[in-house]
C-alpha cells in the first residue's frame, strides 16, 4: 500500500486516519463540526495528540452534537478545563462552544453547513494533482475567503491555515499526492 509521504508508516493511528478519513468527502453536519473542531485543537500542536484526545473530546462535547454543545455554560467550560484528557486550552474549548451557536445560525440561514461549505468549490472537491506533498501551501485564496466569511459569521479560532487543513480533511480539496493509493 502506498501511502501519502505525511504519514508515518510506523504509526497506526495516523495510517487509520489517512485510509478511512482524511480526504474523503463529507457532507454530515455534526461530522463536519467535529473536524472543524478538531483542526482548532491542533493550532500549535501535532495531529497526531488532538487524535490520541479525540476520544475524550467526544465525550466532553456529546459526540459533537451541534444542538447540546451550543447549550453548555461557563460552568461546563471550567469543568473542561479541569479534564486532563482535553487539551485544556480556554480559547480553543470557549470557541467550540462558541462555534456551535454560530453553527446552528449558519445552519438556519444556509440550510446546511454541508451546503455552505461545498458551495466554495462549486459542490464537487477541487483535485489539486499534489505529487510532492511539500509543494502544498498551508493556506490559499479560497480558505482565506473561507476564514473571512465564517469569522463575519462569529466564527473564533479557525484562521485560513486552520480552514486549509480542514478543507483537506474534509474532502473539499484532494491533496492526496498522486503515487498515494487514495488519491481519487
Same mark, same amino acid.
Given at each position: &500500500?502506498?501511502? /501519502?509521504?505525511?504519514?508515518?508508516?510506523?504509526?497506526?493511528?495516523?495510517?487509520?486516519?489517512?485510509?478511512?478519513?482524511?480526504?474523503?468527502?463529507?457532507?454530515? *453536519?455534526?461530522?463536519? #463540526?467535529?473536524?472543524?473542531?478538531?483542526? !482548532?485543537?491542533?493550532?500549535?500542536?501535532?495531529?497526531?495528540?488532538?487524535?490520541?484526545?479525540?476520544?475524550? =473530546?467526544?465525550?466532553? #462535547?456529546?459526540?459533537?452534537?451541534?444542538?447540546? +454543545?451550543?447549550? &453548555?455554560?461557563?460552568?461546563?467550560?471550567?469543568?473542561?478545563?479541569?479534564?486532563?484528557?482535553?487539551?485544556?486550552?480556554?480559547?480553543?474549548?470557549?470557541?467550540?462552544?462558541?462555534?456551535?451557536?454560530?453553527?446552528?445560525?449558519?445552519?438556519?440561514?444556509?440550510?446546511?453547513?454541508?451546503?455552505?461549505?461545498?458551495? =466554495? +468549490?462549486?459542490?464537487?472537491?477541487?483535485?489539486?494533482?499534489?505529487? *510532492?506533498?511539500?509543494?502544498?501551501?498551508?493556506?490559499?485564496?479560497?480558505?482565506?475567503?473561507?476564514?473571512?466569511?465564517?469569522?463575519?459569521?462569529? #466564527?473564533?479560532?479557525?484562521?485560513? +491555515?486552520?480552514?486549509?487543513?480542514?478543507?483537506?480533511?474534509?474532502?473539499? +480539496?484532494? *491533496?492526496?499526492?498522486? !503515487? /498515494?493509493?487514495?488519491?481519487?
Amino acid at each position: &500500500m502506498t501511502r /501519502c509521504s505525511w504519514v508515518p508508516e510506523d504509526n497506526a493511528l495516523y495510517c487509520q486516519y489517512h485510509d478511512e478519513e482524511w480526504g474523503r468527502p463529507l457532507t454530515d *453536519d455534526q461530522a463536519l #463540526f467535529e473536524l472543524l473542531c478538531l483542526e !482548532s485543537y491542533q493550532s500549535g500542536l501535532s495531529w497526531l495528540t488532538v487524535l490520541k484526545k479525540r476520544p475524550a =473530546f467526544r465525550q466532553a #462535547f456529546y459526540n459533537y452534537d451541534i444542538g447540546r +454543545v451550543a447549550q &453548555m455554560t461557563a460552568a461546563d467550560l471550567e469543568k473542561l478545563l479541569q479534564n486532563p484528557a482535553l487539551i485544556r486550552h480556554r480559547l480553543k474549548l470557549a470557541a467550540t462552544i462558541n462555534n456551535a451557536k454560530a453553527m446552528q445560525v449558519l445552519q438556519e440561514e444556509e440550510g446546511s453547513f454541508s451546503h455552505y461549505l461545498w458551495g =466554495f +468549490v462549486n459542490h464537487h472537491p477541487l483535485d489539486n494533482q499534489v505529487s *510532492d506533498y511539500k509543494q502544498v501551501p498551508n493556506q490559499t485564496v479560497l480558505s482565506q475567503a473561507l476564514a473571512k466569511d465564517l469569522k463575519k459569521r462569529g #466564527f473564533k479560532f479557525l484562521g485560513p +491555515v486552520t480552514l486549509y487543513s480542514f478543507m483537506q480533511a474534509a474532502g473539499l +480539496v484532494n *491533496d492526496h499526492e498522486l !503515487s /498515494c493509493d487514495y488519491h481519487f
